[in-house]
Every structure is written in structure tokens, then in C-alpha cells.
């Protein structure tokens, strides 16, 4: 259920109307959009009824029952304002979200060895991304397979962070190491095959840092946002929703199959940034470039891209893998395409290294 | 298996090589590409030695295999030149083809009546397509529904195009009706539900006349490529590839899953050109324009749109249609975009209604 | 709509009140069911109301709407009676259906030539099978692979329903074929891939002749009923399902998934008797006497099962086609799994080659 | 890799040839397997010379590699002799595995209070089955539904335990749980959407407790393959393989499509014990007992049936819930069916409540 406050209700208003839900033994969280205050209420709403609710303050404009099963991640909880996730990095506060720039994550598959980490970390800053990814826990279909080098490739990436100032993405496979993960983490992946690992939902939605969650292999949107809803029920609201390809019957010349119209889907639905992996989903590095182009037209507000420096001796995810060349002029191709959709680079970000946009 | 001939080989050499080839029971198709002619052989080419081929003439270059279980439609059998392929209508020559400018077709799911049609075709003329679509025969799950109006609604497409000089695009659907449709269109289209009816397939591509070939509804690459395939050995080059969506385990929000990183995957595959269809694949007109405009950053070559007067009361498919308002913003969203590609409107084609690319 | 009449209504009323249907401009069809007569009433019902029907006459016991959108095919339309569908064969009529003995549909995927066909209709007759199949018209993805050898092997079939007695099931892709299919076929099969071939089930269905339905690859349950419904709104009640695998996100180890609980989900939705089709369900012989008898379990009331007298040269299917020695093995395994089941070959049945059952 | 001894080779001889392989840095696992032991060797065995291996002791009769992916979970591992996994439990050892009595798991969802579940068990134990579901941790899309009573759900599986004598059966989701549940469980269960939680599986794997995997929703039979071989690596052999239904595009009337070709196919691959859940498959009580019957045609080793004491007010997953009588009638009807296939009880097991196997 969400409560919409008229414009310009006294804040002292509002903090009364928030303490009488707690009263009512509801969570409200309050939120601001377009100069009006939205307050959402979760807990057991089904049996209030919206017109006594209503009756709480004659500053309460609407009484609205949010009708989808996912209730913190759908528009109506924001009153259809898009959430902005501002994620704090070594160079400055990089914000996720409809009204923002383009985010670029790139880096490769999983972290090897400090040079290579390093290395790409600073193609990769040069070229224009404002996170790093890199697996130190990877999830491999084989147990045989190369396993990610867990808590030493943490502390690369820690090294890379300081070196370049790049925020940090990595991915999260057990609760057990959830603490070591979101100390050098800026932004905590939870991978597709976790999606529905509800335990690690809850527990990584508990630490407050920004969640990366990509999309199960044959995971319904519905079922996705519910995901969100997990880490979002956990006090956790900067969730960023990831589409990496989807498992579909055809699986011959391309990895995954990429749902690109998951992008205006989402946008009708949820509140939440939406970032593409078109690594992931085509499997193909020749493929990657265009399927870029294509999320930005879709609306994409972030795009995260498999960059190796040598992809051809890469330990996991050679074959989807850009070269630094590559991606340098992937980069010169979508600038522009950015900027076309208004979704360039703002000028303030780009000079302001320290953190503070100005 | 094609044979490539030298740069400048003069043409009676060419001539001689073909004779050559039909001697050896082959069927042998000859293309102009970058100054150079391939010639592809279809037939029992298995037991052929490239060697002994390559000692036909001193002109030949090189002899490769398709490797391919689909030939003419490889790339390799047109040594990488993709095809373009020039459809006739009273407005002039409309050429679908990678180098070539956006194709837009547009109008209803299907033909309701004479004012409808016709003033749908002038809409969307009006707008900037070049082909209209309509459905005379309807293919509908139900036996209770709407089955189109049949041969009465060719003869109303048959007007339109008077009317407005449009290319027309319709459904054939019965190998019966084969005739009467390729009188009418300027392209048959064969529906995704029949992408593997092999006697109509046959028999279409025996017309002659351009043939939209949509993706089945779980239809792999390599299946749709291997029906157009059908057409082409029946001895007609003029296939254009539509997708419009493919089943998947997702069906709450959009109708079908629009599998566009299909569009770089068939460029590296085959020559055709590629057509996307945003309004079958997602369902719902506010997703369309979206797509749309994704679809091009793909790169595919023509987009084909549902438009309806008045889509509420549409006999079919009326939540996918756009109204013409709809359509009117869309294009001069998508307008400027394809000029970003390089794919906007030739001044030329806009100047010469007559038929005459100036 | 469809109205049951009580016990023991007179003929003369029943005749009286299927008129007045008619009058009505509905088209009435009157089965009797456990000593009651069931009128189910297609047309334009939705205007009419229950409660006007059930004046028509004292003897009406209930009217009731068909809530699914396949009419003819649900259960309802039947009061929940199922269908016998029998064919009439040289050797005697064989009923399919829930109270009948399981029958048996044998043979190669293409007829090949006369001796082949005949040796291997000898062969499946004197192990136990009531029909051969055998394809005269193959769909093929590929167009250079063999497409059956048409109307000489129908005359082919023709010959060996006359040398064994054997009702003949063959595959009708087109049409134009179906007058010729039909004078030789006692069963007209309709493959998975033109399930949606609407032209073809409204002229399959004309033809009056039992018509095998097959799944289609990615065909709903639903949508598979409604092309049945295409078959019985065409005036032919005679359809029989048959389950033949579908496509799945998993093809390495077979070839399709067969969806084995369509069996009991079919027998609460319609009346229509249901076959499975192990052979091309999983695409290799070794799997196919495990699903076969998986199968009978799952209360199917017959199997189609491919037989080669040679797979190994086959000229299609080879891979999951049983030897005659395999199927001998086969039927000894499953004859008394279906006594088990109560859907042994009655004696009857097997005492009777002329024909008229004792 | 792995190496077959000749019939009587010495086991001296056998006990020699294992430190000779331990000193080549490989992990010798020996089976013994109708007169001979075979002796597979996991670890770096690409450079392994087979010819060389073969003349470490005149007793090695071949060697061979194991060509797939799943080396552990490999029918070649153990030379196709299949897997006996014995369980103890209060009321004696219970054997899953090809050669063994049908074993029976039913229980409701979850556990909700003392007397439901204690009730349950005395009904299932009475009725036949030899191990009590009962969820404590419960994944569930959404955060707001019942998750499980967690930790005191445990104890009260373990007062059923010790009232019935029966096995039980759970699951565990996250690695932090896992002690506690290994304490109460007999087989922990690893449920479809921790399919490929990797770190669950190693760390399960450790435990060193039978386990039960059950495929994920999109899971294709090599990864399923490959998510066991995690737990075997781990050191334990004890892996039940659990189907319960994939995801497919038709959810209308079936939760899950239930493949049940994956239980022949299985049996060629691996020689781990297969159980077939078709309460979760199907998602309906009332296609539970023929999907139940189909099973053990299918040739499966074990069944797991959700059954509650009033699935009408379940917490869960009532819909596909049998009654205590329903659960009662099925025992009746599959009884019989599992002698017909050799899987009927064995008197030994019936007559021996103490747990040992006279």
C-alpha cells in the first residue's frame, strides 16, 4: 500500500503520519518525487482498509494498494519515479538510473593475477568505465574446472580499485564469504544460478551494499523482481537488475538467448536501474558490439562488458571476451549512440575524480 | 560449392565455365561481387575434388566447400556480398539489403474493410513506409475466430495499392490460394506457423516473387535458414527473413521473446536481408517503439509495424497495434536514428514516386 | 453450450428439440452417454441464455456453457464420456479409446520401396500391430534431403494393406495431396509441424476420414486442442492426439522431450483418445521400449512405434527405429503391461481377420 | 581414467597398484563389480600414457578413458555396475539403487507444528513409505511468504524420526545450515534452485551424508551430471538424482513438464540411483498417482510424494498434495505394478523394523 502526501505538506505532518503507521505496526518508507512525499507501507496491509487510512491526516492525498506481488520493487511504491543508485567509488559517486549517463562495467571473467587485473583496470579506466568486474569466486558448471582464485583475487581487486580509482564489481557465491566480498566490493554480484538462492538474497540485502542481480537462466520477470524483493525486504533498496541472456532452445550460435525487450518491460514495471550483459547472453565476442548498441537503444542504463587482455589464453569466457582494442572501439561507437539518447557522459563527472560531482 | 573467378575474367571465359559445369550435372548460379564472380554449384557436388574443379580454367581463383547444411543462403556462396534484394511497386523500386536504406512496412494484422485499408495505407505512405501489410487469410488458433476475409480482402490490398502506390505484404497460407496472392503482393509473406510447410515453401519460392519468410514460432537458426534454403532451391533468390518473436517459458508480459541478437548472428550466416517485427514479438504497443528503435541499432534492414485506425476495435491483434498517431511519432523517433546508421531515406527514393530511382 | 437430456426421453422429443435448435440457427450434434442423450450446440451461444434453453422442453435435465475455448474437443461437450473412435481396416475395425485394448501403430518413417514395405508390414502384423505407418510425404528440413518417394509410395502402402490387412496411417503435408492420401490412408496423419496449418485441418476435416493429430514441437496443450477443434468444427469427430515430444532447452541426449503427463492432463480436458510416439518423442531405439511401456502406465490408448527392417541404411529416422527383432522384444514386454492395465488385445480382436468383430 | 583388474586379481596385488597410482599424485577410488575391481583415477590424468599405466602389474586387465565431462557420475567409472546407496535409518538400512525395492519418500511441504507432521509420518510409515519429507527451510519466490519454521521445524523432524523410525528427508539452502540439518537429516536434500549453488555442493559433499540433488528448473542432464560430480569430488559417493519436472513454455495445466525419458537416459550415463518427484513435476494431486505409475514403468529407483494431513489449509504447495487416503490408495495401486517390474518390497525389509536386514 502507498500513501501520497500532497505537495508541500509540512515535514513535521509527515513525520506524524509516518509514526501513526508505525503505531499500525506497518514499515513505512518514505520517499520524495516531484515535490511530493510518497510513503510505502509494508507489513500486513491486506486487511486495512485504504479509506480509513485515508483519514490519518487531511494532507494524505491517495490511498493506493500496490496490486503486484513484488511490492518495494514495483513503480507504484516510488509513485513511478525511477530510482537513482549513487555508488560511491575511489573517483566519485557514480549513479545508476534513468536520468543518469550510461554506466560502463568492463574487466574480465574472473581475476587471474595482479598484472593482468591491473592492467585491464587501468585499459579499461582509460577507455572510458567507471567499474571494474572480475570474478575472485566463480561459479563453474565443472568441478574440475578453474574454481576463481576466492580471497587472494579480492585483494587484487582491492589493488586495482587503488590504482585506478575504479569501483568494483564482484560476485558473491556463499554467505560465508559475504563480509570478505563486501569489504572490497562497491557493487556485490549475485550471479544468475543464485538468483533464487534466497539465503544469500536476505543476507546480502542485510549488509546495505548495492546488489548487482543478474537474472536467472530461466528465471521469469516476475520471479526476478521477487529476487529484488528479497534484498529490498532486507532494508537494502539500491538493488540493480541485470539481464545476461536467458536459456531458451536454440543454443547453437549464440550462448544464451539476450531478452532485450526485458528493458521497457521492466521500465513499466519496477523502479529499478537495469543494466545488459551482452557477454553473457550472446557468448560471442563478435556479437558483443552490436548487442551493446542495441540495450543503449533499448534504454539500458548500464552496460557490462567482458574485457581480457589476451582472451585467447583467458582462464574462463575467452570466446565472449573483447580485446583492449576491442573495446576501445566499442567505446568510440557507442559514445555517440550515448549521446543520441541523451545518455553521454555529463562533463561534471568526467572532472571530478575526487568523488564530489560538482 | 563455389568457385571464384579471377578479377577481369572476361566474360565468354565465364561462359565456358558454366557450360563446363552443367556438363557435370551441376546447377551452377553465377553473382558479380567486388569486381570479382562467384559461381556457386548446387547438386551431387560431395564427389567432386576442389583440385580437379580448380583445373576447369586458369580464370578460377579458388574452390571452397559450404560448409553449411544450408548452401545458397550462406554467406560463402556469395563470397560475403550480401544480397539486396529490389521489390517493384508503383512508388518505385524499394530495395531491402544491408547497403541499402530501413525498409518500413506497416499497417493492420488484418484487412476489415475497404475505408479501413485504404485510409490505413495512406497513413502510413504518408508517414514514410513503403509497404503496406494486411491479412486477407488469417491463421488463428481458433477455428471460432475472425478467419480473415480471404479473397475479397486481396482485392481491397489491390485497391490500397492503387490508391496509394504502396508495395503490399500478405499472408499466404494454402498452397490453393498461391496464385491468387502472388497476383496481389508484391511480397507473399509465409507466417510463422508454416515456416516448415515444405509444399508451400516449394511452391512459393516456384512463383518467383519475394518471399517474407517469418521465423517459426521455436524455430532454431539453422531451421529457418535451412526453409529459406527451400525457396531457394526451388530457383528463387528473393527470400527476406522476418523475426518476430520466439517462444520462451516467459509469456506474463510480452507474447513472445523478441531474439534480436538473431540479427548479427544471421549477418555472419547467410546474405538475406533481415526484417524485425517489434509488434508480434512483443505484444503490446508501448513496448514497440522501443524495440523498434533497438531493432535498428541491431542493424536489421526493415521493420515491419502493426497500424490500426482504431485498435481497440480491431478484429485481431488490436493490444499490438499502434495508432496512427503512434506510428507518426515512432517514425520521427526512429527517423533520425537510422540517418545515425547510415540507413536514413535516400532523397532519391522520397523524389521519384514514378517508379524511376533517378 | 450443451444440453443433457434427462434418462430416458423419447426419441420423438429429442428429435423435436434438436429442430428447435435449429431454428435457433445452432448447429446441435446428439451423442448418447450412460443412457442419456448429450446435445452440444455450437454457433453463436454467447447471446443465449441457459435458462430460455432449458424451456424448450420438460425432458431438458441441465444446459450448461463449455467454458474452454476448444468446444467440441472438451470434455463437457461429451459429459465427460470418452471417445470411440473406430476405423475400419481389412482385418476388422479397431477402436481407439479409454475403454478399448491399447492398439498398436507400426512401421518405417519413409517407405523406401515394395519389398521393404511389405517384409516390414508382414513383420509388425505378425507381432501384434493393427496399423503400419510409413511416409510417402516427408518433412525435411533440409531440402536436399530425401522427401519421400509421394504417390508411388502410396501405392506402395496401398499394396501392403492389401497383402496383410493392416489399416494404413500415413502423413498428408499439403493440401493438394489429400484427396490421394485419403483414398489410401485409413488414418490421415497431420504432422507436428503443420499443427497450425489451418487450411490443412479445415480440408483434413472435410474429408470426413480419422484424422492423426500430432503435438506440435512448441504447441500448448491448449492450442493443440483448438487445432483438434479445427478437425471437429470441420464436421469430422474422428480425431485422434498423439503426443510425439516436444522441443525443450535440453536436445543432447535425445532428440525431443516427451511431456508424458499430457496423458492424464488430455484425459481431464477432452474426450479424444490419446497416442504416444516414443520413437520420435526421444530419437533413439534404445530409450523407446522404456517410454513405451512409461507410456502405457501413463494410460495412453495406443503408441506409434518405428520399425525399420534395416536402421542402419535407413533413409530417414534410422537412429531410433526399432529392428523387427527389437520389436518382437518390445511387444513381448508390453502385451502383459497392458493386461495389467486392463487394455490387453481382447481375443475378439485377434479372432477376427474378416473384419466384423464377434 | 579408469583401470579394470583381472577376475581374482590378489588384493595385495590391488592394494600395491593403488600406492603406485597415489605416487603418480592421482586419487584411486576401487569398486568392486561382479568379480572384478575397477579402479578410477581422478586428477591430472590427460598426460597419462594409458599404455603405460597398463604395465604397471601384469594383474591390470585395460584401461580406459572416461570421455565425459562427469567423470565420477560415470556408468564407465564403475564399469556399468549401478550404484547401491544404503541409508540407515531407525527401522533398518534402505537401500536406493537399480537392484532394490522401490523406496517410497512422501510427507507434506513443509513442517507446521508437532502433531501435523508427527501425524503425517505415522500415516506414510503405516501406509509404506520408508522416508518422511518435511521441509524446515523453505524456498519460496516470494519474501513474504511462509519460509519454513527453520531450526525448530528440525527438532520436530527429528521427534517424528524417533516415533515412526523412519528416514528423513530435507533440504538445506544455505552452507550455514548445513550442520544442523545434517544432525536431524538421514538425506539432505539440495533442492532445484541450489542446483548450482557450488558452494552448497562442495560443502554438502564434505559432509559426507547421503544426498539428494534434485535438477534444476532449466537444468540440462550434463550439468545436472556435473552438479553431482561437485558432491562426489567432495569424497562422497552417496548422490540421489531427483527429477521434478523442467520448465518448458506450457505451464497451464502442469506446474513442471515432467521428463520422464530422463530416467532411461540416466541409466545409460551414470550409475547413481534415480527418484522421480511428480508431485512438484505435475503441481497437481489429482495427476499425481498415474505420473506415480509411469515413474516406476520408467524404471525409477525411488518415488517422493507430497502428502498432508488437509492440503486444503497447506502452507504450501497444497494444490499438489495427496490426503493421507489419497496417498493410501496410491500404495494400493502401485504395490502390485512395482512387483510386476521386480521392485516390489523384499519380506526382509517389511519383517525387520529393528534395522537389521536379516
Redesign the interface.
Known amino acids: 500500500m502507498i500513501v501520497i502526501m500532497k505537495t508541500y505538506t509540512p515535514s513535521e505532518e509527515i513525520a506524524t503520519v509516518i509514526q501513526e503507521f508505525r503505531n499500525l505496526n506497518l514499515t513505512p518508507e518514505a520517499i520524495e518525487s516531484n515535490h511530493k512525499v510518497v510513503i510505502g507501507l509494508v507489513g500486513d496491509t491486506a486487511s486495512l482498509n485504504p479509506d480509513h487510512i485515508q483519514q490519518i491526516s487531511p494532507f494524505i492525498e491517495r490511498v493506493m494498494r500496490v496490486k503486484q506481488?513484488f511490492?518495494r520493487a514495483s513503480s507504484e511504491f516510488r509513485n513511478g519515479e525511477p530510482s537513482s543508485i549513487e555508488v560511491s567509488t575511489p573517483n566519485g559517486i557514480v549513479t545508476f538510473g534513468l536520468n543518469h549517463p550510461l554506466v560502463i562495467v568492463a574487466g574480465p571473467c574472473s581475476v587471474e593475477n595482479e598484472e593482468m587485473i591491473v592492467e585491464t583496470a587501468k585499459v579499461v579506466k582509460a577507455t572510458g568505465a567507471q567499474f571494474l568486474r572480475g570474478g575472485a569466486?566463480k561459479?563453474?558448471?565443472?568441478?574440475?574446472a578453474f574454481?576463481g582464485h576466492g580471497e587472494s583475487a579480492l585483494n587484487l581487486l582491492a589493488t586495482a580499485r587503488e590504482v585506478t580509482g575504479l569501483g568494483i564489481i564482484t560476485e558473491v557465491?556463499?554467505?560465508?564469504?559475504l563480509e570478505k566480498v563486501a569489504e572490497v566490493a562497491d557493487v556485490v554480484q549475485i550471479g544468475a544460478?543464485?538468483m533464487?538462492?534466497?539465503?544469500?538474497l536476505?543476507k546480502a540485502g542485510a549488509t546495505g551494499k548495492p546488489i548487482l542481480l543478474k537474472r536467472g537462466?530461466?528465471a521469469?520477470?516476475?520471479?526476478w523482481l521477487?529476487?529484488a524483493?528479497?534484498i529490498l525486504?532486507?532494508g537494502n533498496p539500491n538493488v540493480i537488475l541485470c539481464e545476461r541472456g536467458?536459456?531458451?532452445?536454440?543454443?547453437?550460435?549464440?550462448r544464451n538467448?539476450?531478452?532485450?525487450?526485458v528493458?521497457?518491460?521492466l521500465r513499466?514495471?519496477t523502479h529499478l536501474p537495469i543494466m545488459i550483459d551482452?557477454s553473457h547472453?550472446?557468448g560471442f565476442s563478435?556479437?558483443v558490439p552490436?548487442?551493446a548498441?542495441?540495450?543503449?537503444?533499448?534504454?539500458a542504463d548500464s552496460l557490462m562488458i567482458e574485457v581480457h587482455p589476451s582472451p585467447k589464453t583467458a582462464l574462463s569466457d575467452g570466446p565472449q571476451s573483447l580485446t583492449p582494442a576491442d573495446f576501445r572501439e566499442l567505446m568510440q561507437e557507442i559514445t555517440?549512440?550515448a549521446q543520441?539518447f541523451g545518455r553521454g557522459a555529463t562533463p561534471e563527472f568526467v572532472k571530478s575524480p575526487s568523488g564530489a560531482i560538482a
Open positions: 506481488p511490492k569466486y561459479p563453474r558448471s565443472s568441478p574440475y574454481q557465491m556463499d554467505t560465508a564469504d544460478r543464485n533464487q538462492n534466497f539465503s544469500l536476505k537462466l530461466s521469469t520477470i516476475e520471479e521477487m529476487a524483493e528479497y525486504a532486507a536467458i536459456r531458451s532452445f536454440d543454443r547453437q550460435y549464440t538467448t539476450l531478452d532485450l525487450s528493458v521497457p518491460v513499466s514495471l551482452p547472453a550472446t563478435q556479437f552490436t548487442m548498441k542495441a540495450s543503449i537503444a533499448s534504454g555517440p549512440l543520441f
